[in-house]
Nanobody, 112 residues
Framework: QVQIVESGGGLVQPGESLRLSCAASGFLFSIYSMAWYRQAPGKQREYVAEISNNGGTNYADSVKGRFIISRDNAKHTVYLQMNSLKPEDTAVYYC??????WGRGTQVTVSS
């Protein structure tokens, strides 16, 4: 059974950092691309970042230069390091096993 579980969300002030984790199980983790998406209140879910099975990365323009996606295949975990956080980064962050398996999300709130 495939399981995707996000953690690491919380409340931070603008300019601070946060690292999200996505623990995966139930499938051969190392051969799948993984991604992070987010959904702010009243908005559609949007793409944040993606990492391929061989470590190639891609980012949304809104987070490029501030967020870093990485993976540890031995731990079956994907990370999202979020730096220089802004209030507009406030959202529920979801991890996705491509093409179509989602976690339940973790809340990130950036507020002073």
């Amino acid at each position: 059974q495939v399981q995707i579980v996000e953690s690491g969300g919380g409340l931070v002030q603008p300019g601070e950092s946060l690292r999200l984790s996505c623990a995966a199980s139930g499938f051969l983790f190392s051969i799948y691309s993984m991604a992070w998406y987010r959904q702010a209140p009243g908005k559609q879910r949007e793409y944040v970042a993606e990492i391929s099975n061989n470590g190639g990365t891609n980012y949304a323009d809104s987070v490029k230069g501030r967020f870093i996606i990485s993976r540890d295949n031995a731990k079956h975990t994907v990370y999202l390091q979020m730096n220089s956080l802004k209030p507009e980064d406030t959202a529920v962050y979801y991890c996705k096993k491509l093409p179509n398996t989602w976690g339940r999300g973790t809340q990130v709130t950036v507020s002073s």
